[in-house]
């Protein structure tokens, strides 16, 4: 999963060198913390949200299929 996360995020950035994905488990959850440059801040977000919904979304299903739980927290 959190390959996936890098995979995806590196693809929408213009400094993919800046990108991190930290796995944090809590309980029988599982929490993927992404960090980019923060003027690609916006690209991973996207507007209203867009993007980070959708990410989150496509996370979400792949974990679902691998019978874990997960979430995406986009840290500054």
Known sequence: MKELLLYIARSLVQHPDQVTVTEV????????ELRVAPEDMGRVIGR???????????????????G?????????
């Open 48 to 66: 209203q949200g867009r993007i980070a919904k959708e990410i989150r979304t496509l996370i979400r299903s792949y974990a679902q299929r691998t």
């Open 68 to 76: 874990v739980k997960a979430s995406v927290d986009i840290v500054d």
């Open 25 to 32: 488990e809590t309980g029988d959850e599982l929490t993927l």
